[in-house]
């Protein structure tokens, strides 16, 4: 098959299933976590563990690669038997309402769907041509992103109007899993390549190797914990009585997943363009300094207007987030490593994701969510500060292998 041929067709599918990524965002931004909230009344640490869940997937994707390159697996065929699990532990939860169920069952589905994320990188890099990469990416991110608006729209009327639908809508979102699944086994792909390590964490010596890699992933530790920390407390916020707001599920899903979502919409083609052509490290920097604002506009003004602002805010700078989170490493990894440096990304990135929930569900029983939001804008100006140096090698997105002797020097 043509380069152009595995183009069109990875392309075609990549489509089809933003659809269903759109419904499953929701899920992991707004809904479970709300369900969690309001039809089970669960307990911080319940919370944290739904909040957590596309972290855990994220801790195996370098175990996950692991195995499919050791076992020869097209990486979109096995993408497409993570999503397959993820479909039955929904409808597992839906069929018996249990709260620890439920909890599990989501941590399943969203780490399922997590973990394959290395995977569906290699599939890009092996399909999209290099100065297309980030436009057809952004182009499949507006499907999602629109699908993820409109689902939320819709479901958050229907919890609104009724708690008792939670049940038909964790049936929504292993249906979701299920097309995902689908579509991705009809996507092309070679096995990655096999250097001959036996250890499933053998990618981490890239850390090691690689100063500009390692360095990077340092200014992402600070920056992403400081951003998923907060992010649940946005559905906390919104939908816990205790913070006397008054709104509605509706509501909740109108602030957590329309207004953000409508805002990456009209953003998302831009960032995929910028992410071709400017610089990466003064794209993160720009990034950065969206996100801190964000944070700090809607947990800080107390007002209506200030939610919505802060969440156009978010959702712009999360746009840019898309691009620059899942393709960044094609930019500095050798294509025969680009499923390896993003699986210890990836990897990283869930080391955060399960902790910083659970600091954030136990710091706002001591702290006001102001003083969190205080605090997330901190470390995310640390990452900024410390990413400054950088600039000079993001100009001309060079290889990362090609790096590693000048660095360190």
Not at 13 to 28: D, P, T, V
Not at 286 to 303: D, M, R, Y
Not at 349 to 358: D, H, N, Q, S, Y
Not at 377 to 387: C, D, E, N, R, Y
Request: net charge positive.
């Amino acid at each position: 098959m043509s380069g152009p041929d595995r183009t069109a067709i990875t392309y075609r599918y990549e489509r089809w299933r933003a659809l269903s990524s759109g419904i499953m965002e929701s899920a992991g931004t707004t809904f479970l976590l709300t369900i969690a909230v309001r039809a089970y009344d669960s307990g911080a640490l319940w919370k944290a563990s739904v909040a957590a869940g596309s972290s855990v997937g994220l801790l195996f994707t370098p175990v996950v690669v692991s195995i499919v390159t050791k076992r020869g697996w097209a990486p979109s065929r096995a993408a497409s038997r993570l999503f397959f699990l993820g479909a039955v532990a929904f409808a597992v939860s839906a069929a018996l309402p249990l709260l620890p169920l439920f909890a599990l069952a989501s941590m399943i589905a969203m780490a399922a769907a997590a973990s394959a994320i290395p995977l569906f990188t290699h599939v890009y890099q092996e399909n999209y041509p290099e100065k297309q990469r980030g436009r057809l990416f952004s182009r499949t991110v507006m499907i999602r992103i629109a699908a993820a608006a409109a689902f939320s729209e819709a479901a958050g009327w229907a919890l609104s109007h009724y708690l008792g639908y939670f049940r038909a809508l964790l049936l929504v979102f292993g249906g979701a899993m299920a097309f995902g699944g689908w579509c991705l086994a009809r996507i092309p792909s070679h096995p990655i390549h096999d250097d001959g390590g036996a250890h499933p964490f053998r990618a981490m010596r890239f850390v090691r190797d690689d100063a500009l890699f390692r360095r990077t992933l340092v200014c992402w530790m600070f920056m992403g914990f400081a951003n998923l920390m907060m992010l649940p407390l946005r559905v906390e916020y919104l939908a816990n009585d205790k913070y006397k707001l008054g709104l509605t599920i509706g509501m909740v899903a109108f602030l957590t997943g329309v207004v953000p979502n409508l805002a990456r919409l009209v953003l998302s083609p831009v960032w995929g363009h910028l992410f071709d052509r400017m610089n990466f490290f003064a794209l993160r920097i720009i990034l950065n300094c969206g996100f801190a604002i964000g944070i700090l506009t809607f947990f800080v003004s107390n007002s209506f207007a200030g939610l919505i602002i802060g969440a156009i805010i978010f959702g712009i700078s999360n746009a840019g987030g898309d691009v620059a989170w899942s393709l960044w490493v094609t930019k500095f990894a050798p294509p025969g490593r680009v499923a390896d440096y993003m699986s210890v990304h990836t990897f990283f990135t869930g080391v955060r994701g399960v902790l910083a929930p659970i600091v954030a569900f136990t710091l706002v029983q001591h702290y006001s969510i102001g003083v969190l939001a205080g605090l997330s804008a901190a470390l995310i100006v640390a990452a900024t500060l410390l990413l400054l140096p950088e600039i000079k090698f993001g100009k001309r997105g060079r290889k990362a292998a090609a790096l590693v002797e000048e660095i360190s020097d």
